[in-house]
Nanobody, 114 residues
Framework: QVQLVESGGGLVQTGGSLRLSCVVS????????MAWYRRAPGKFHERVAG???????DYVGSAKGRFTISRDNAKNAVYLQMNNLKPDDTAVYYC????????WGQGTQVTVSS
């Protein structure tokens, strides 16, 4: 089994920043292409950003220009630097493989106040 542990969330004001971390452990042979997702109340998981094994990144929608995804392959860790946060960014944030193939972790709550 694979375990996903996210951390770094919190309560910030509009315009603030947070850095999320995710550590992957368990039965994986290769730390694959990874992504960050978020789930707002009453909504489905939404993919926010992705990063390949080689470090190529992509961002979805409003994350472009504000969020930066990175990874440390030696630590099986992936990070999400979030700047200029907005109330619409309020959600529980999760990491997973780019195919979302693993069971979701507990996530980390991000709340942005207006």
């Amino acid at each position: 089994q694979v375990q996903l542990v996210e951390s770094g969330g919190g309560l910030v004001q509009t315009g603030g920043s947070l850095r999320l971390s995710c550590v992957v452990s368990g039965s994986i042979n290769l730390f694959p292409n990874m992504a960050w997702y978020r789930r707002a109340p009453g909504k489905f998981h939404e993919r926010v950003a992705g990063i390949t094994i080689g470090g190529t990144t992509d961002y979805v929608g409003s994350a472009k220009g504000r969020f930066t995804i990175s990874r440390d392959n030696a630590k099986n860790a992936v990070y999400l630097q979030m700047n200029n946060l907005k109330p619409d960014d309020t959600a529980v944030y999760y990491c997973n493989s780019n195919l979302a193939e693993w069971s979701w972790g507990q996530g980390t709550q991000v709340t942005v106040s207006s």
